[in-house]
């Protein structure tokens, strides 16, 4: 199999990942292309024997976990109440700073991912050289929003400094989460401040989380 130098990078940064899993861990799973790689991998090392539980970051990840022979567990199954843990939550990112601070969202995963990376003891993710940027911002950032808020939410990120745009799917039907939110992408070009900006967007109503992932990553690997 012939792949592309991003494909490439994608794999090793995932092969270097499934190195980290341990037999009985329990392991956050992500979403998109990257963290394709890394459940297809990790399939791998469970038909050799290895024993895992996942819980998947969307419903997409669900089904390629099972395809790939993996326990797939909801996230009421980790048992938080008892003193349950994720041990490591392997996901992929959009762009990342020098400060392990990044732009997430671009499969519409965002809200998931957040809670399960909140979730885990060790959060490491991973990526192709391409997501590395020095300032984020020119992915736009994904915001979720409940349907009923969004033109409200639209005019008070506006105020912020960009046009937001209601994300849609490739057959130009609204595009709707796993939650059944939609998602606002917005194109604030460069975010100088990103702690500022998760504050004011966390005090939307209307918000259920944006795409800013900031102090969660505990390691960044690159392909
Ligand atoms: C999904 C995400 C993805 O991790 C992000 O979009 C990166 O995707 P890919 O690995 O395909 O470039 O945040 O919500």
């Given at each position: 199999m012939s792949l592309s130098n991003a494909d490439a990078q994608k794999r090793a940064a995932a092969m270097q990942a499934v190195k980290l899993v341990e037999d009985g861990m329990t392991l956050g799973l992500g979403t998109g292309?990257?963290?394709?790689?890394?459940?297809?991998?990790?399939?791998?090392?469970?038909?050799?024997?290895?024993?895992?539980?996942g819980v998947p970051t969307s419903e997409t990840t669900a089904a390629l976990a099972r395809q790939c022979g993996i326990e797939v567990i909801g996230l009421d199954q980790v048992g938080f109440e008892t003193g349950g843990r994720i041990d490591l939550c392997v996901d992929g990112v959009?762009?990342?700073?020098?400060?392990?601070?990044?732009?997430?969202?671009?499969?519409?995963a965002l809200l998931r991912e957040k809670?399960?990376?909140?979730?885990?003891?060790r959060v490491v993710y991973i990526a192709d050289?391409?997501?590395?940027?020095?300032?984020l911002g020119a992915f736009s950032l994904p915001v979720e929003v409940i349907p009923f808020a969004v033109a409200f939410v639209s005019s008070r990120i506006a105020a912020l400094g960009c046009g937001p745009v209601l994300r849609q799917t490739a057959d130009s039907a609204e595009f709707r989460t796993d939650e059944n939110n939609v998602v606002l992408d917005c194109p604030f070009a460069v975010i100088d401040d990103p702690e500022s900006?998760?504050?004011e967007l966390a005090l939307i109503p209307g918000v259920v989380e944006h795409g800013l992932f900031l102090g969660?990553?505990?390691?960044m690997l690159f392909g």
């Open positions: 292309s990257t963290a394709a790689w890394f459940v297809t991998l990790l399939g791998e090392r469970v038909q050799d024997g290895l024993r895992v539980r959009d762009e990342v700073d020098g400060q392990n601070r990044a732009i997430k969202g671009g499969g519409g809670i399960v990376a909140a979730g885990s003891d050289a391409s997501k590395r940027v020095e300032t900006l998760a504050a969660m990553i505990d390691e």
